[in-house]
């Protein structure tokens, strides 16, 4: 009963998460018209997540030390969510929202491979297929009738689905005993050395203060905060395969959401691609494993 209790919490976190991220990824790009730069977004949304879990786990009487013998594996995975989660950001700034995300969604390529690696299996054929069929489309939705795409933007969002596919596969594999908000908190430490880092060498602050772009950053900061407890909370509830598996309605609802919030429309044969995507992303976690 208790294991099921468990794994029924761990599902709902995943699709609390994905429907955040979604939210914030499209605020992300709003903030960016609004006259932001990804350096600022991501400084002010973890200058305003760390105090708001700080403050969380005091008042739930938890500790806020990290023991010493997760100290390594914490950093490790904050770092590489800081790196996915950084380009994501940047990458906004370069290309259409709704084409970041479904670069984004090859992440469950990758922790899945990952996890494949850590217990010494080889991925089959049937699998190796479908991440034919998802660069697929992923080709055909990057091209369609949109003009030239920025390559540094490419890059950034091939950055961001690397880094959080290691994020939730170092998670899943060494970090599942921990509280999940200790865990946060700890992760977002690290990203902000991380961030802090990269605004002092680049002097690259740009924070517009209109009202529309405060309104703006305040959705941002919300739905990043609910997004990312709940994204790692997830993976410790039900294992990294299951939560980014679940994730896998982020996409929809980003395209969605792009398409209302940004007026970012796929053409019809973008639309094919991203279905491809998507369709690769949620059978191949589904199929089962081989010896």
Not at 154 to 159: E, K, N, R, S
Not at 168 to 185: D, I, K, M, V
Not at 254 to 272: D, P
């Amino acid at each position: 009963m208790l294991r099921l209790s468990s794994r029924l919490t761990g599902i709902g976190l995943a699709l609390l998460a994905a429907v955040f991220i979604s939210v914030s990824n499209v605020w992300s790009g709003q903030f960016y018209r609004d006259g932001g730069n990804g350096e600022s977004l991501l400084l002010l949304r973890y200058l305003a997540f760390l105090p708001l879990v700080y403050l969380v786990l005091r008042w739930r009487g938890g500790a806020v030390r990290l023991p010493r013998r997760d100290a390594l594996n914490v950093w490790t995975t904050g770092a590489c969510y800081a790196v996915g989660g950084g380009s994501l950001v940047l990458a906004f700034g370069r290309l259409p929202v709704s084409l970041v995300v479904l670069i984004l969604y090859l992440f469950p390529f990758v922790t899945l491979t990952v996890e494949s690696v850590m217990a010494r299996r080889v991925p089959d054929w049937r699998r190796l297929g479908l991440m034919v069929l998802a660069f697929a489309g992923l080709l055909l939705a990057l091209g369609g009738e949109q003009a030239a795409l920025d390559p540094i933007g490419l890059v950034f969002a091939g950055l961001a689905a690397l880094g959080v596919g290691l994020s939730f596969a170092w998670t899943g594999r060494y970090l599942t005993h921990l509280n999940s908000l200790l865990l946060a908190l700890h992760m977002a430490v690290v990203a902000l050395v991380l961030v802090v880092t990269l605004v002092l060498t680049t002097d690259s602050l740009s924070v517009p203060v209109t009202g529309q772009a405060l309104q703006t950053l305040a959705v941002v900061v919300v739905g990043f905060s609910i997004a990312y407890v709940a994204m790692f909370a997830a993976v410790q509830h039900i294992g990294a395969s299951g939560a980014a598996t679940l994730m896998n309605l982020e996409p929809v609802v980003t395209l969605w959401l792009a398409a209302l919030v940004l007026g970012e429309l796929l053409v019809g044969v973008q639309w094919a691609g991203a279905a491809m995507v998507v369709m690769a992303v949620v059978v191949y976690p589904l199929l089962p494993a081989r010896d």
